[in-house]
């Protein structure tokens, strides 16, 4: 194995980790702008001068979907960043948005060598820096493809797991049309996550880049609705059916006050401002109201995107409602913090007992109570448990519950042969096959509330099951019926 | 882009129009409803599919222009297109065997109601409908909905038109008159739905309504359409938007959909006025 860089460990190791450089906490909680701008040139060269070149790579088996990222680190110390853009997209179509979204600190960031003593190469914000230069210098050049297979695979739902799903057929040489239910491309990408953590031109970028592999897709397309799975087999000529439809049905707390006005699920609340663009009424016709006091209830990324929207849409106060402790909250550290330094409160081991009216059907509190930890669940997170007596009322006029999605039933319910799991999610084994033939299934939909990068990893695996099984598949069989 | 191929004044606020959207054409139930964005920026708003051409790929809708959406609408003309129609979805109407059975519909509502009327009769129930508005000049389909009926009542709430009154006052008389009448579907404004509801309960007779909640997405993920009906929440768009009338919490329904009323108001201003009511007059481009 060859080393790049000639600094001995001993000096690679002296070299502070690198930080983003970041619009002021004061200001960006007033903007939809993107709160980090990344790494520069230089600060990405010493971040790539940092990393120790391991015999034993670590960090790649903490990839779910395995980028080679000691050679595309080395290549970035070489300044070869489009090479190294190339060499991550080999295991990733979507480093722009990896980059951005990914929690590095619980997957390869964890594992890295150098994290053992010193704090770990800062691997996320390299991938962005790459992904980044390739396309303010607009070097991207897509894939040749040259092999062509006559043959139609439809991919339904155009999220991380179902791009991921057709980038790849198409690369190998099928024939892919993407069936999506919204009238914009991405999935989560597009109507969760907010501007400020993924711009839009960024998002748009790469959903263009999908289109380059000549994908044909089909917006305003409800797959279940507009033509059943059956049809799309029979009638539409499709050999194979990938179904990335994500887990967007928002579930309720089912606590008194969830149908006054003010109420909203993170969903609702986040589809209206980012897909809508509500935040721009009266620019744009979709209307919001957010409240000078705002409750978001749910420690996951999305309870942190609703929260962090809010005192952007003018808030002065948001509050950030969970039922267990910070340590337990799912979110991305970075996002923690970020919501943090906004000035957003945060109410730990609290939990909601009921929403509060004004005369006018409006939200104007809601009631919480204390909670403390018990003993690990199966999940061997410490259960939280009610205080008796402990109940007070913080005034709100607006209340968002990011508490859990579940899978949207259309499909699962129009399509006969399909194995449902008690959660709604679709069972599917280890290549990512359905119950019946043909039928494969990835993302959020088989995972319940997961995250973008296995989302794309079941996409990648999917399609390596769907080349197999067409490649295999007896051509008499493939007949349009 | 979804082309408007025909365009058709209904009365000064009501406008036909035939969109070429061949995949929603093929698979239209009565019930069946499509969100529509017309232009970049613009909300998604729910529509009722009033029929459909498959062989020629054509949507109709009957669409009131009452707020900022709808009067764009009502601006664009045959040749134009729509930018976004996504369909068809909620729950198509369950088409039973009742025998007698009542259509009413309220305003633009009438526009809702004439589908399921036609295909209650198809599957060979006896259809009495009235058709209600607040005046003559918002009385729509009162000739395709007679075609259907064996009888039909109008009336306005002005007296303009047909017998001066709501739609419950001739519903009141075909019940006391008429024992075999098993089901009613009413499609309107809430109030008119509610006093519906209340009046078919006391004769216990089947009663159906489409609830008009506030709808971003309409395929079940938002939850921002949802109504309590029997104590249990629904989203209207995916498992409505009809539902037993006598289970509806109306008046939380009626609350929810004030919501935004001064946010809309603001935005109607937005739209200048003038050229919308230039075309809706006489639909010039
Ligand atoms: C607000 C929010 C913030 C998040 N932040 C992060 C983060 O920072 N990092 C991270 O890793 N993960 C994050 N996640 C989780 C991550 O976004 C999801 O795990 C991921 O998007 C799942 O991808 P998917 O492709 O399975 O589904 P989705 O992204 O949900 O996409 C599914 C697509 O299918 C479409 N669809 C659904 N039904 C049909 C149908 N019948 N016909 C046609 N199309 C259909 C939908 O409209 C949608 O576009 C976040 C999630 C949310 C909600
Ligand atoms: C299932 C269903 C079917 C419908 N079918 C028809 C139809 O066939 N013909 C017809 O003329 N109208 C129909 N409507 C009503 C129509 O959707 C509203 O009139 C339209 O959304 C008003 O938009 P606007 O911007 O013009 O007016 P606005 O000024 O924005 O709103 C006027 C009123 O319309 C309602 N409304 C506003 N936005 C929405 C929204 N996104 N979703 C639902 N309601 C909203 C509110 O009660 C509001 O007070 C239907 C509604 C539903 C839910
Ligand atoms: S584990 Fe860390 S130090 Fe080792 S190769 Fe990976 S990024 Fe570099
Ligand atoms: S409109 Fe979003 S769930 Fe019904």
């Known amino acids: 194995m060859n080393y790049v860089n000639p600094m001995k460990p001993s000096e690679r190791m002296k070299l502070p980790r690198q930080a983003s450089i970041e619009q002021i906490a004061e200001e960006r909680n007033k903007n939809f702008n993107e709160v980090s701008a990344g790494l520069d040139e230089a600060r990405a060269l010493i971040e790539a001068a940092r990393c120790l070149e391991c015999k034993n790579p670590v960090c790649i088996e903490g990839c779910p979907v395995t980028i080679d990222i000691r050679t595309f680190i080395q290549l970035i110390y070489k300044k070869d960043y489009i090479g190294a853009a190339n060499k991550i997209r080999e295991a990733n179509y979507l480093p722009a948005i990896c980059g951005r979204v990914c929690p590095q600190e619980t997957q390869c960031e964890i594992v890295c060598t150098l994290g053992k003593k010193y704090e770990p190469v800062a691997i996320g914000k390299l991938e962005r820096f790459v992904a980044d230069y390739e396309i303010t210098h607009n070097l991207f050049v897509p894939p040749v493809i040259t092999n062509h297979i006559d043959k139609k695979v439809a991919v339904v739902g155009s999220g991380p797991a179902g791009i991921t799903c057709a980038a790849e057929l198409a690369k190998i040489g099928y024939k892919v049309t993407i069936f999506e239910a919204l009238h914009g491309l991405g999935g989560v990408l597009r109507y969760g996550i907010p501007e400020f953590r993924l711009p839009r031109e960024i998002l748009d970028t790469e959903m263009e880049r999908v289109r380059q592999l000549g994908v044909e897709i089909y917006k305003n397309f409800v797959v279940g609705r507009t033509a059943s799975i059956d049809e799309l087999f029979n009638e539409w000529g499709f050999e194979a059916i990938f179904l990335g439809t994500g887990a967007g049905t928002p579930t309720f707390m089912g606590i008194p006050g969830e149908s006054l006005s003010g109420v909203y699920s993170a969903n609702e609340y986040l589809t209206r401002i980012n897909l809508m663009k509500a935040y721009q009424f009266p620019d744009s016709d979709t209307p919001i109201k957010v409240g000078k006091e705002v409750a978001v209830i749910g420690g996951g990324n999305t309870a942190m995107d609703a929260v962090r929207t809010s005192l952007r849409l003018g808030a002065k106060k948001a509050y950030l409602i969970y039922r267990r402790s910070r340590k337990e909250m799912p979110a991305r550290e970075e996002e923690v913090h970020h919501a943090e330094q906004e000035g957003v409160e945060f109410m730990m081991l609290t939990n909601p007992t009921r929403i509060i009216a004004d005369g006018n059907n409006w939200v104007s509190g809601i009631e919480c109570q204390k909670m403390e930890l018990g003993e690990p669940d199966e999940s061997g997170r410490r259960k939280p448990i009610a205080i008796k007596g402990s109940e007070f009322i913080v005034p709100v006029q607006t209340v968002i519950e990011a508490v859990g999605q579940k899978p949207n039933p259309i499909i699962q319910t129009t399509t006969d042969g399909l194995n449902v799991s008690k959660w709604g999610t679709i069972v599917v084994n280890d290549v990512q096959l359905t119950s019946r033939e043909g039928i494969f299934a990835g993302g959020d939909l088989t995972r319940g509330g997961a995250t973008v990068i296995l989302a794309m990893r079941d996409g990648k695996i999917a399609a390596e099951a769907i080349h197999k099984y067409l490649s295999e598949k007896p051509d008499a069989d493939t007949k349009v019926k | ?285």
């Open chain 2, 1 to 285: 882009m979804y082309p408007i191929v025909a365009k058709e004044i209904l009365s000064p606020t009501i406008t036909k129009y035939e969109i070429k959207a061949p995949f929603i054409a093929k698979k239209r139930k009565a019930g069946n409803f499509v969100m529509l964005r017309i232009v970049e920026d613009g909300e998604r708003i729910p529509i009722t599919l009033v029929d459909s051409d498959s062989n020629a790929g054509t949507i109709t809708l009957i669409v009131q222009a009452i707020g900022k959406t709808t009067k764009l609408l009502a601006t664009k003309n045959v040749g134009d297109s729509i930018l976004d129609v996504v369909g068809p979805l909620g729950v198509p109407t369950p088409i039973e065997l009742h025998g007698q059975v009542v259509c009413i519909g309220g305003g633009v509502g009438t526009a809702e109601v004439y589908p399921i009327a036609r295909a209650l009769k198809d599957a060979g129930n006896t259809i009495f409908s009235i058709v209600g508005a607040r005046s003559k000049d918002l009385i729509i389909l009162e000739k395709e909905m007679g075609q259907i009926s064996k009888e039909i009542y109008v009336t306005t709430d002005d007296g303009s038109y047909g017998r001066k009154g709501i739609v419950t006052d001739p519903l009141k008389d075909l019940l006391d008159a008429n024992k075999d009448i098993h089901a009613v579907y009413a499609i309107g404004p809430l109030p008119m739905m509610k006093a519906v509801a209340n009046l078919t309960k006391t004769y216990g007779t089947k009663t159906l309504v489409s609830l008009n909640a506030i709808m971003v997405d309409g395929t079940g993920m938002c939850g921002g359409c949802r109504v309590s009906i029997g104590g249990k929440m629904k989203f209207a768009c995916v498992d409505g938007p009809e539902f037993d009338a006598h289970l509806v919490d109306f008046d939380e329904l009626i609350m929810r959909n004030r919501t935004y009323v001064d946010l809309e108001k603001i935005a109607d201003e937005r739209c200048k006025l003038t050229p919308s009511i230039v075309a809706l007059a006489g639909g010039v481009k």
